[in-house]
């Protein structure tokens, strides 16, 4: 987060976070899933943001938690440490990140929703 620039009031509030022992980026997450492509390719972000989107699917049915992690692709960006982290290969860039994990809550109840109003063609 400290190679962002300019520092938003965001970074200031999570590296302060981090300093005292609190992650409020991945919070606790049991794995952090990437989705690299290569730099110049026209499809990169649309492929990631779909094979990002099925796993998500996947995860779920499984019982897994995920949530997409855009703030981690900027610092992946920024950083290259964590680019050697995730062993993100030369050429290629992060373009989409999610972190997964086991939810400290269970729902009993879907919440009640209003019929759908949707027109098929």
């Known amino acids: 987060m400290k190679g962002i620039q300019p520092m938003t009031p965001f970074?200031?509030?999570?590296?302060?976070?981090?300093?005292?022992?609190?992650?409020g980026i991945l919070r606790g997450a049991t794995?952090?899933?990437?989705?690299?492509?290569?730099?110049?390719?026209?499809?990169?972000?649309?492929?990631a943001a779909i094979a990002l989107t099925?796993?998500?699917?996947?995860?779920?049915?499984?019982?897994v938690g995920m949530s997409w992690a855009g703030i981690l692709i900027r610092v992946i960006a920024t950083s290259e440490p964590v680019r050697q982290w995730l062993q993100v290969p030369e050429g290629y860039t992060v373009t989409a990140a999610a972190?997964?994990?086991?939810?400290?809550y269970r729902y009993q109840r879907i919440p009640p929703r209003k019929p759908l109003s949707a027109q098929w063609m």
Not at 11 to 23: F, H, S
Not at 99 to 104: F, V
């Open 99 to 104: 972190m997964l994990g086991y939810g400290k």
């Open 31 to 47: 794995a952090v899933a990437s989705v690299c492509a290569p730099q110049e390719s026209l499809w990169g972000p649309a492929d």
């Open 54 to 63: 099925h796993a998500e699917l996947a995860a779920v049915a499984r019982g």
């Open 11 to 23: 970074a200031q509030r999570m590296i302060a976070a981090w300093d005292n022992g609190i992650d």
